[in-house]
Protein backbone atom coordinates (compact mmCIF):
# COMPACT_ATOMS: atom_id res chain seq x y z
CA UNK A 1 0.00 0.00 0.00
CA UNK A 2 2.81 2.57 1.15
CA UNK A 3 4.74 1.55 -2.48
CA UNK A 4 1.59 2.69 -4.26
CA UNK A 5 0.69 5.54 -2.36
CA UNK A 6 4.34 6.78 -2.73
CA UNK A 7 4.42 6.46 -6.63
CA UNK A 8 0.84 8.13 -7.05
CA UNK A 9 2.43 11.08 -4.68
CA UNK A 10 5.52 10.87 -6.72
CA UNK A 11 3.85 10.89 -10.03
CA UNK A 12 1.25 13.59 -8.97
CA UNK A 13 4.29 15.95 -8.43
CA UNK A 14 5.93 15.32 -11.60
CA UNK A 15 2.68 16.02 -13.78
CA UNK A 16 1.62 19.06 -11.35
CA UNK A 17 4.69 20.49 -10.77
CA UNK A 18 5.52 22.33 -14.04
CA UNK A 19 1.98 23.66 -14.31
CA UNK A 20 2.28 25.22 -10.56
CA UNK A 21 5.62 26.42 -11.24
CA UNK A 22 4.88 28.32 -14.20
CA UNK A 23 1.85 30.00 -12.58
CA UNK A 24 4.04 30.89 -10.13
CA UNK A 25 6.13 32.83 -12.19
CA UNK A 26 3.67 34.21 -14.34
CA UNK A 27 4.18 31.87 -17.43
CA UNK A 28 0.71 31.60 -18.26
CA UNK A 29 0.40 34.90 -19.39
CA UNK A 30 3.24 34.76 -21.77
CA UNK A 31 2.19 35.79 -25.18
CA UNK A 32 2.73 32.42 -27.87
CA UNK A 33 4.96 34.01 -30.22
CA UNK A 34 5.25 32.51 -33.97
CA UNK A 35 7.26 35.33 -35.47
CA UNK A 36 9.62 37.39 -34.17
CA UNK A 37 9.37 40.08 -36.50
CA UNK A 38 5.73 39.77 -36.20
CA UNK A 39 5.95 40.35 -32.48
CA UNK A 40 8.42 43.99 -33.11
CA UNK A 41 5.80 45.26 -35.17
CA UNK A 42 3.21 44.83 -32.72
CA UNK A 43 5.27 46.67 -30.15
CA UNK A 44 4.63 49.75 -29.84
CA UNK A 45 1.77 52.83 -30.92
CA UNK A 46 -0.82 52.38 -33.05
CA UNK A 47 -3.96 54.29 -34.60
CA UNK A 48 -6.85 52.16 -33.86
CA UNK A 49 -10.45 53.07 -35.69
CA UNK A 50 -13.79 51.67 -35.48
CA UNK A 51 -15.64 52.94 -39.21
CA UNK A 52 -18.51 54.24 -37.20
CA UNK A 53 -16.62 56.86 -35.37
CA UNK A 54 -14.23 57.60 -37.86
CA UNK A 55 -11.86 56.95 -40.71
CA UNK A 56 -10.38 60.60 -40.60
CA UNK A 57 -9.80 60.66 -36.94
CA UNK A 58 -8.09 57.75 -35.48
CA UNK A 59 -7.60 56.63 -31.84
CA UNK A 60 -4.35 54.90 -30.43
CA UNK A 61 -3.50 51.76 -28.98
CA UNK A 62 -0.45 51.07 -27.22
CA UNK A 63 0.95 47.40 -26.82
CA UNK A 64 3.76 47.01 -24.43
CA UNK A 65 5.75 43.96 -23.12
CA UNK A 66 6.57 43.23 -19.49
CA UNK A 67 7.95 39.76 -18.25
CA UNK A 68 6.43 38.29 -21.56
CA UNK A 69 3.11 39.65 -21.64
CA UNK A 70 1.97 41.66 -24.13
CA UNK A 71 -0.67 44.23 -23.42
CA UNK A 72 -2.87 46.76 -25.34
CA UNK A 73 -5.05 49.44 -23.98
CA UNK A 74 -6.57 52.22 -26.76
CA UNK A 75 -9.66 54.46 -27.43
CA UNK A 76 -10.92 56.23 -29.66
CA UNK A 77 -13.57 59.32 -29.56
CA UNK A 78 -15.53 60.24 -32.05
CA UNK A 79 -16.37 64.22 -31.93
CA UNK A 80 -18.90 66.28 -30.51
CA UNK A 81 -20.68 62.80 -29.32
CA UNK A 82 -20.51 60.36 -26.93
CA UNK A 83 -19.03 57.47 -29.53
CA UNK A 84 -16.19 55.52 -27.99
CA UNK A 85 -14.20 52.37 -28.73
CA UNK A 86 -11.91 50.91 -25.83
CA UNK A 87 -9.88 48.24 -26.39
CA UNK A 88 -8.32 46.71 -23.18
CA UNK A 89 -6.18 43.15 -22.57
CA UNK A 90 -3.58 40.74 -23.57
CA UNK A 91 -1.82 39.35 -26.41
CA UNK A 92 -2.36 35.61 -26.33
CA UNK A 93 -0.51 34.71 -29.78
CA UNK A 94 1.48 36.52 -32.31
CA UNK A 95 1.77 35.11 -35.91
CA UNK A 96 2.84 36.28 -39.34
CA UNK A 97 -0.64 37.99 -39.84
CA UNK A 98 -2.44 36.75 -36.84
CA UNK A 99 -3.35 38.17 -33.24
CA UNK A 100 -4.59 36.68 -30.78
CA UNK A 101 -6.10 38.83 -28.26
CA UNK A 102 -8.04 37.89 -24.58
CA UNK A 103 -9.43 40.90 -22.60
CA UNK A 104 -12.43 43.30 -23.48
CA UNK A 105 -13.58 45.35 -26.44
CA UNK A 106 -16.45 48.24 -25.51
CA UNK A 107 -18.35 50.25 -27.77
CA UNK A 108 -20.87 53.08 -28.09
CA UNK A 109 -22.36 54.44 -31.35
CA UNK A 110 -25.13 56.55 -31.09
CA UNK A 111 -27.30 54.61 -34.15
CA UNK A 112 -26.13 51.31 -32.92
CA UNK A 113 -27.36 48.77 -30.38
CA UNK A 114 -29.82 52.22 -29.38
CA UNK A 115 -26.65 54.27 -28.11
CA UNK A 116 -25.99 52.10 -25.00
CA UNK A 117 -22.61 50.34 -24.96
CA UNK A 118 -21.92 47.39 -25.99
CA UNK A 119 -18.84 44.77 -24.74
CA UNK A 120 -17.05 42.01 -26.23
CA UNK A 121 -15.53 40.05 -23.97
CA UNK A 122 -12.71 36.72 -24.02
CA UNK A 123 -10.81 35.44 -26.69
CA UNK A 124 -10.62 37.77 -30.39
CA UNK A 125 -8.23 37.60 -33.31
CA UNK A 126 -7.16 40.40 -35.01
CA UNK A 127 -5.66 39.21 -38.78
CA UNK A 128 -4.36 41.06 -41.94
CA UNK A 129 -6.22 40.17 -44.91
CA UNK A 130 -4.74 41.00 -48.48
CA UNK A 131 -2.05 43.61 -48.44
CA UNK A 132 -3.68 45.87 -45.67
CA UNK A 133 -1.76 47.63 -43.72
CA UNK A 134 -3.70 46.75 -40.08
CA UNK A 135 -4.87 43.81 -38.23
CA UNK A 136 -8.74 43.61 -38.16
CA UNK A 137 -10.92 42.05 -35.68
CA UNK A 138 -12.21 38.89 -37.14
CA UNK A 139 -15.48 38.70 -34.89
CA UNK A 140 -17.01 41.73 -37.26
CA UNK A 141 -20.74 41.04 -35.76
CA UNK A 142 -21.71 43.81 -33.46
CA UNK A 143 -22.90 41.32 -30.36
CA UNK A 144 -25.55 43.83 -29.54
CA UNK A 145 -26.92 44.93 -32.74
CA UNK A 146 -26.93 43.79 -36.50
CA UNK A 147 -24.45 46.00 -37.04
CA UNK A 148 -20.59 44.82 -38.45
CA UNK A 149 -17.85 46.24 -36.94
CA UNK A 150 -14.56 47.20 -38.58
CA UNK A 151 -12.25 47.30 -35.15
CA UNK A 152 -8.49 48.18 -36.84
CA UNK A 153 -4.95 48.37 -35.35
CA UNK A 154 -2.87 50.66 -38.23
CA UNK A 155 0.54 49.12 -38.38
CA UNK A 156 3.15 52.26 -37.81
Not at 29 to 51: E, T
Not at 124 to 147: H, S, V
Request: charged share 30%; with cysteine; proline share 2%.
Amino acid sequence: MRIKRRFLVTFMTLCLWPGLHAQARGDEGRAVVKDKQAKARLLGAHRLSLQWISWDYFGKALITEKDGTLSISGEQKGRGNGDYLKIKGVITEVDTKEIKFRGTIETRVSHINQGSPCKREGEMTFRITQNRKYWRLQEMDNPCDGATDYVDIYFR
